[in-house]
């Protein structure tokens, strides 16, 4: 069975600009969850997913939206690129239980 | 709210030495368990979890973790290291159905031959 599949898996964007990452879980999952890892931050949550709709949503600003499709396919945006954005940025899916979470390889964003 | 504190940022042991990794955590509720490993350029990968029950858990690769309530901790120990388990080590802390992890700050493991 294939494992969470994250695209692009590396990536860079000037200041301003917007990105668009991709998730796609684990054949079956319909939870999917995000997570920002950074050096200062350590992994924080953004926001959880479950058969498209947010159903949980951590303390980042607006332009960090997310999106899931009815084939349980995540998206997340970051609109007006800020330094500060840098990051990897992870995805993680579940088939219906919290506590087995699987989490992808993730994209690393370079904000320049 | 929930937090979690990792003791310690970098742990340096010898190859056949024990392996001992410090959480403590703190919630409101009852609190579902986690240690996750993350080795350079990949993903989180699940070692062990404490959900209910057992409150020694065993975990993959001779990891295990104790759940103790009382000291609000759940360190995770290894009897033997071995090269192949140097990586970045992560406690995390979820609420019961809540699919959010609460994360520390990580350790990492340097094993040293």
């Known amino acids: 069975k294939a494992g969470v599949t994250q695209t692009p898996r590396y990536l860079i964007k000037t200041r301003g600009q917007q990105v668009t990452l991709s998730c796609s879980p684990i054949?079956?999952?319909?939870?999917v969850s995000w997570y920002q890892q950074t050096p200062g931050q350590g992994l924080q949550f953004l926001f959880e997913?479950?058969?498209?709709?947010?159903?949980n949503k951590g303390n980042f600003p607006g332009r960090f939206s997310g999106r899931q499709f009815s084939n349980s396919r995540s998206e997340m945006n970051v609109s007006t690129l800020e330094l500060g954005d840098s990051a990897l940025y992870l995805c993680?899916?579940?088939?219906?239980?919290?506590?087995?979470?699987?989490f992808g390889p993730g994209t690393r964003l370079t904000v320049t | 709210a929930q937090s979690v504190t990792q003791l310690g940022s970098h742990v340096s042991v010898s190859e056949g030495a024990l392996v001992l990794l410090r959480c403590n955590y703190s919630s409101s509720v009852p609190p579902y368990l986690f240690w996750y490993v993350q080795y350079p350029n990949q993903g989180l990968q699940l070692l062990l979890k404490y959900t209910t029950g057992a409150t020694l858990v065993k975990g993959i690769n001779g990891f295990e973790a104790e759940f103790k309530k009382s000291e609000t901790s759940f360190h995770l120990t290894k009897p033997s290291a071995h090269m192949s388990d140097a990586a970045e080590y992560f406690c995390a802390v979820s609420r019961g159905s809540n699919y959010k992890l609460t994360f520390g700050k990580g350790t990492l493991l340097t094993v040293n031959p």
């Open positions: 054949s079956g999952h319909r939870s």
């Open positions: 997913y479950f058969s498209e709709t947010q159903r």
């Open positions: 993680a899916s579940s088939l219906a239980l919290p506590w087995e979470q699987y």
